[in-house]
């Protein structure tokens, strides 16, 4: 019987959990109350206060409705490649590991190449042939050229799993194959392939905001790098307007830290000499410095 899967209780995760969701919640509810990013107004760039509370870009759009339908698009840029990735990695890695035999040469094969092929490269020269690009096109490309790593690392683990007692006493007890993958094997993968879709996230976010950046990214939407490419465009940061480059470039970076405390709690759990590790490291903080001599002489 598969064992069963710890659920990591840290700082750092209830942290992460709160950063983040007050992020997705202003992504899911923030375009429904503020007015349209793109009309514009006769009064120019203004900072904070009055009916404008990020205040205006150079062409009089409220910057926090953009702010709003931008973190709407990153939000939903990293979701899908997320779930693409999950399922791509899954697909070549998970089965066809425990498949064996051809199909899993053959998907390891095609796993590898993937892997080789550079993918910032790849993806910049995708966008930059194609004239209209959406939100959905450049999460595609951001997943066909992110999934490889993570299918290599649910392989490994995989053929580590195929050969526990467990899985071999179902097979000797006659369970059918897909049963024991699917009730033996992928519930021991569960924090894996959580630690993989976080980080797939992260990296299709970040990657999307730096195409945008680069004026690469998706055709009349707004995302965080949607909003840093026009603020760069309008000499936002030479003309000392902060509220127009601050927002999306710090929702960016606490969004991005949010996922990494959550990887890291999961971390945690597939790994519990690090989790020791941890535990260790902060109760070393909390010692004086002769508990710490002592701790050292008793070591020696």
Do not use: C
């Not at 992504?27 to 904070?48: A, E, F, M, N, Y």
């Not at 042939?129 to 997943?143: A, C, R, T």
């Not at 999306?248 to 989790?275: H, M, T, W």
């Amino acid at each position: 019987m598969s064992a069963r899967v710890p659920v990591p209780r840290t700082a750092k995760l209830r942290a992460g959990l709160v950063i983040g969701g007050f992020i997705v919640l202003f992504g899911l509810l923030g375009p429904l109350v503020v007015q349209d990013p793109s009309r514009v107004d006769d009064i120019g760039l203004t900072g904070p206060g009055g009916g404008h509370w990020l205040g205006t870009t150079q062409t009089g759009q409220d910057v926090l409705a953009q702010l709003a339908y931008a973190t709407r698009g990153s939000l939903t840029v990293g979701a899908v490649v997320g779930v693409l990735t999950l399922l791509l990695s899954a697909f070549f890695g998970i089965v066809g590991a425990y498949a064996g035999g051809w199909v899993d040469e053959a998907f390891s094969l095609f796993t590898n190449v993937m892997l080789v092929i550079p993918g910032l490269p790849l993806v910049i020269v995708i966008s930059s042939y194609v004239p209209d690009k959406s939100l959905l096109l450049v999460s595609l490309v951001l997943s066909l050229t992110g999934w490889a790593g993570s299918a290599r690392v649910l392989r490994g683990y995989t053929l580590s799993l195929r050969n526990r007692d467990y899985v071999l006493a179902s097979r000797v007890a006659g369970e059918r194959r897909w049963r024991i993958l699917g009730v033996e094997i992928l519930p021991n993968l569960i924090p894996l392939l959580a630690s993989q879709v976080v980080f797939a996230v992260i990296f299709a976010i970040l990657g999307e905001a730096g195409l945008s950046y680069l004026g690469l990214g998706a055709s009349g939407s707004f995302t965080w790098g949607t909003m840093l490419y026009y603020a760069q465009n309008g000499l936002a940061l030479r003309l000392g307007a902060w509220w127009w480059f601050i927002p999306p470039g710090l929702l960016l970076a606490l969004f991005g830290a949010a996922l990494s405390l959550v990887n890291f709690s999961i971390d945690e759990v597939i790994n519990p000499k690090l989790r020791d590790q941890t535990r260790a490291a902060r109760r070393g903080w909390r010692m004086s410095r002769a508990q710490l001599e002592k701790a050292k002489e008793a070591t020696l």
